[in-house]
């Protein structure tokens, strides 16, 4: 598991190019989308009526059966790639192979973590939304 870690973060920095560009990751949504656990955290202040509830726990629910399939895809990508690492020499072919499954199924989780975060902003009204923005511009 510690080198699957460390293989996605050798990629991640690789794809980024600089210790800035993972910060500017870290932040670009901050204040634009929302997490469910900071909607729910907020849920008292932020008056959500049973429906507004009921659909933010669907669209989380579907999130997470729908990334279940990408993320064993990438799993097994990833055993894969290691188990190529291991060899010498390298098929550097072998890896590419691997790590492009493993990262198109990773494209896919995010996309649909994507959908799921425009789905829940798109649930509240301006004022929840207005509260959460200064939620996160006060962090």
């Given at each position: ?13 690789l ?6 560009a993972?910060?500017?990751k870290?932040d ?9 656990n900071i909607?729910l955290e907020?849920q008292?202040e932020?008056?959500?009526?049973k ?7 669907a669209?989380v629910?579907?999130?997470?059966s729908?990334?279940a399939?990408?993320e ?6 990833y055993?894969?790639l290691?188990l190529?690492l291991d060899k010498?020499p390298i ?11 493993a ?28 509260y959460?923005?200064?939620?996160a511009a006060?962090?």
């Amino acid at each position: 598991m510690k080198k699957v870690f460390l293989l996605i973060t050798a990629i991640v920095c690789l794809g980024t190019g600089t210790a800035s560009a993972e910060n500017l990751k870290a932040d670009i949504f901050k204040g634009k989308l929302f997490a469910p656990n900071i909607i729910l955290e907020q849920q008292a202040e932020l008056h959500l009526t049973k429906q507004q509830f009921t659909e933010i726990r669907a669209a989380v629910v579907e999130v997470q059966s729908g990334v279940a399939e990408h993320e064993w895809d990438m799993r097994e990508a990833y055993q894969a790639l290691m188990l190529e690492l291991d060899k010498a020499p390298i098929d550097e072919a072998e890896v590419l192979k691997h790590a492009n499954k493993a990262l198109l199924a990773e494209n896919q989780v995010k996309k649909k973590q994507m959908v799921m975060l425009v789905r829940l902003k798109n649930l509240l009204n301006a004022e929840q939304v207005a509260y959460l923005e200064a939620l996160a511009a006060e962090k």
